[in-house]
């Protein structure tokens, strides 16, 4: 798993050879949820909401560089790695 972050207990990765929209993962847990990155909505899954929060909150900080991870997976390059919340 390319694992980009991990924060308080949630790890986010992005996969290689993933479906359109662009989208991240995230797992805390037992939980796994994916979310789109251009508009922050829920695809698959859910988490509990402190932890939803977090990782809204920490996406939105970190947008363009979940943009350009998802461009560099599509090409089947290395991932970079963003900063936790």
Do not use: C, Q
């Not at 979310?35 to 363009?64: M, Q, R």
């Not at 560089?65 to 997976?73: D, G, I, K, S, Y």
């Amino acid at each position: 798993m390319p694992e980009l972050s991990r924060f308080y207990g949630i790890i986010i990765a992005i996969y290689y050879d993933e479906h359109n929209p662009p989208h991240f993962h995230a797992r805390y847990n037992e939980y796994k949820i994916s979310i789109e990155i251009n508009n922050f909505a829920i695809i698959d899954g859910s988490l509990p909401p402190k932890a939803y929060g977090l990782v809204t909150e920490w996406a939105l900080i970190h947008k363009e560089e979940l943009l350009e991870n998802w461009n560099l997976a599509k090409e089947g390059k290395v991932l970079k790695k963003i900063n936790p919340l």
